[in-house]
């Protein structure tokens, strides 16, 4: 099986976007966004649904997930969508 690979891209005003050779799931960042803060477990759905603020996750089947919750290894995510993140937490941490 081929591997999966992660492109980054300038998506205009300092925001990025990270997607895959293999489906439409992406992970944008917007740097000069608020940080987003903890979600309490009642409120993670709409967390989920409005993004971390600087970041909004979703997979090819228009599903959202907040980006800790892809960092901390959801399981109702998709493989695909914990490894991009884990790639763009590598990468924003090394900028």
Do not use: H
Request: aromatic share 12%; proline share 5%.
């Amino acid at each position: 099986m081929a591997r999966m690979t992660i492109t980054k891209r300038n998506d205009g005003d300092g925001a990025l976007v990270w997607t895959n050779d293999k489906n439409n799931g992406f992970i944008a960042y917007t740097p000069d966004a608020p940080d987003g803060d903890t979600p309490t477990p009642e409120g993670m759905y709409v967390a989920a649904r409005l993004g971390d603020r600087r970041f909004w996750c979703e997979d090819a089947k228009g599903y959202v997930y907040s980006f800790a919750s892809l960092i901390g290894g959801s399981a109702s995510a998709p493989a695909y969508m914990r490894r991009m993140a884990r790639e763009v937490r590598r990468q924003v941490d090394a900028w």
